[in-house]
């Protein structure tokens, strides 16, 4: 207090009426000192300085809370890009498929039911394979 000049006692000088409150800075409403005049002006002085720093502060936040959100926005747009691509992509394949098992149908009618004795046929070379695997490991 004493190197702002405000050490002139624990007096405090009044506030206006309407707020009912008291200054801890002597000389505040009172500017005819100019110690007084002096101090209240660097304490205004240092209240702005600190205002610009937090508003500086609040404005780097904005920024980033900008540019994550814009980070978030590209990505939900590229996202939604593959997946429209995959949706149609599975679409294809969906087609591929259906065809290949439509004309595998059509030639198991043309066969007729041989075809059917040559899978159980393969079913069991693959599992005395499995087998003679199994005992010589």
């Not at 009172?30 to 610009?52: C, K, T, V, Y």
């Not at 936040?61 to 995959?86: A, C, D, P, W």
Request: aromatic fraction near 14%; glycine fraction near 8%; charge should be neutral.
């Amino acid at each position: 207090r004493a190197a702002l000049g405000l050490d002139t006692g624990s007096s405090y000088a009044p506030t206006p009426p309407h707020s009912g409150r008291s200054s801890p800075y002597p000389g505040y409403h009172n500017p005819s000192s100019d110690s007084a005049a002096f101090a209240g002006a660097r304490f205004a002085d240092d209240l702005e300085g600190q205002n610009d720093d937090a508003i500086e502060g609040l404005s780097a936040k904005v920024k980033l809370l900008k540019e994550i959100t814009i980070g978030i926005g590209n990505e939900v747009r590229e996202s939604t890009i593959q997946l429209s691509q995959m949706n149609d992509t599975f679409a294809e394949t969906s087609g591929i498929l259906a065809g290949t098992f439509r004309r595998m149908n059509n030639m198991a009618e043309r066969q007729g039911c041989r075809w059917l004795w040559y899978i159980i046929f393969l079913i069991f070379v693959f599992w005395f394979f499995i087998i003679v695997w199994w005992f010589r490991r």
